[in-house]
């Protein structure tokens, strides 16, 4: 059974950083980082395999950093803009999970708000 808590949401400025935690049990072979926005379609910000490979929607790249520990995923992000805004979402999916209906564990998701 996977069981995924994520934590780290907020409200910042536009250019501020956050940094997401989802602490994380069972199998977690590919995880990720989902948002959704208010009347716009989930999507995947960024994956991780095991092997430490990862990646990044465009919109994102530069300035979000994926990574894992031993039952925990992060995700830093940098230079928030106002799309940003969304509720964060960690995942997990079987390896090779992609879409966002590749992964079938979610957490609870995390707001977060960035403002001008």
């Known amino acids: 059974q996977v069981q995924l808590q994520e934590s780290g949401g907020g409200s910042v400025q536009s250019g501020g950083s956050l940094k997401l935690s989802c602490a994380a049990s069972?199998?977690?072979?590919?995880m990720a980082w989902l948002r959704q926005a208010p009347g716009k379609e989930r999507e995947v910000v960024a994956d991780?395999?095991?092997?430490?490979s990862s990646t990044y929607t465009d919109s994102v790249k530069g300035r979000f950093t994926i990574s894992r520990g031993p039952g925990i995923l992060y995700l830093q992000m940098n230079s928030l803009k106002l799309e940003d805004t969304a509720m964060y979402y960690c995942a997990v999916g079987p390896p090779g999970s992609t879409m966002p209906y590749d992964f079938h564990f979610w957490g609870q998701g995390t707001q977060v708000t960035v403002s001008s």
């Open positions: 991780m395999r095991m092997d430490g």
């Open positions: 069972g199998d977690t072979r590919c």
